[in-house]
């Protein structure tokens, strides 16, 4: 069993940046690959950004790429999602997750640990 938790959201205006860490306190999460997804009211969870285990790879959804950056510190256990260049359409509720599939998976199932979510609202 791993535990995720999620800290950093809050409210910001457009245009500004986030950092979300995701730690995993009390168990190592350093073999599993790490997603962030994320849900906004009346939608779908999607897919935000994934990074390898050992950090070597990262995948990211199109809306996000180039404003968005997934890293990992596995000494730490913590795994991060700076967002920079925020806009309206970015406020969700993001979630991360640990999973072992190879590569690390876009889908939802492909992960089996969870966080609580955090909100993140962007204000325009």
């Known amino acids: 069993q791993v535990q995720l938790v999620e800290s950093g959201g809050g409210l910001v205006q457009a245009g500004g940046p986030l950092r979300l860490p995701c730690a995993a306190p009390g168990r190592t999460s350093s073999y599993y690959n790490m997603g962030w997804f994320r849900q906004a009211p009346g939608k779908e969870r999607e897919f935000v950004a994934a990074?390898?285990?050992?950090?070597?790879?990262?995948i990211y959804a199109d809306s996000v790429k180039g404003r968005f950056t997934i890293s990992r510190d596995n000494a730490k256990n913590t795994g991060y999602l700076q967002m920079n260049s925020l806009n309206p359409e970015d406020t969700a509720v993001y979630y991360c997750?640990?999973?072992?599939?190879?590569?690390?998976?876009?889908?939802?199932?492909?992960?089996?640990?969870w966080g609580q979510g955090i909100q993140v609202t962007v204000s325009s």
């Open positions: 990074i390898s285990w050992r950090g070597g790879s990262t």
């Open positions: 997750s640990c999973g072992r599939t190879s590569p690390p998976s876009l889908s939802s199932y492909g992960y089996d640990y």
